[in-house]
Nanobody, 123 residues
């Protein structure tokens, strides 16, 4: 069982930045590709970004490419999502997920999820 805990969400104005964190309470953190998804009210959960187990490769949704950056820190068992140039349409609950395969962009393929952190971008 992989326990994931997100933090760092909040309220920000359009054009601003936030950094989300996802702490993994798992000794084999390096065995998992880590991803971020988001879900806005009334919408399905959508893929945002994923990073390979080694951290050497990343993949992004087109809607966030060039604005968001996913990284991971093996010493802290943590994955980050740096979000810049935020837009109102980025408003959603952001979830961290773990899977042994890479790159997986379909939410239902992931076995492990955090509880999410709310990001609200005002116009």
């Amino acid at each position: 069982q992989v326990q994931l805990v997100e933090s760092g969400g909040g309220l920000v104005h359009a054009g601003g930045s936030l950094r989300l964190s996802c702490a993994a309470f798992e000794r084999t953190f390096s065995s998992y590709a880590m991803a971020w998804f988001r879900q806005a009210p009334g919408k399905e959960r959508e893929f945002v970004a994923v990073i390979r187990r080694s951290g050497e490769s990343t993949y992004y949704a087109e809607s966030v490419k060039g604005r968001f950056t996913i990284t991971r820190d093996f010493a802290k068992n943590t994955v980050y999502l740096q979000m810049n140039s935020l837009k109102p349409e980025d408003t959603a609950v952001y979830y961290c997920a773990a899977d042994r395969q890479y790159p997986v962009v379909v939410a239902m393929e992931y076995d492990y999820w955090g509880r999410g952190t709310q990001v609200t971008v005002s116009s």
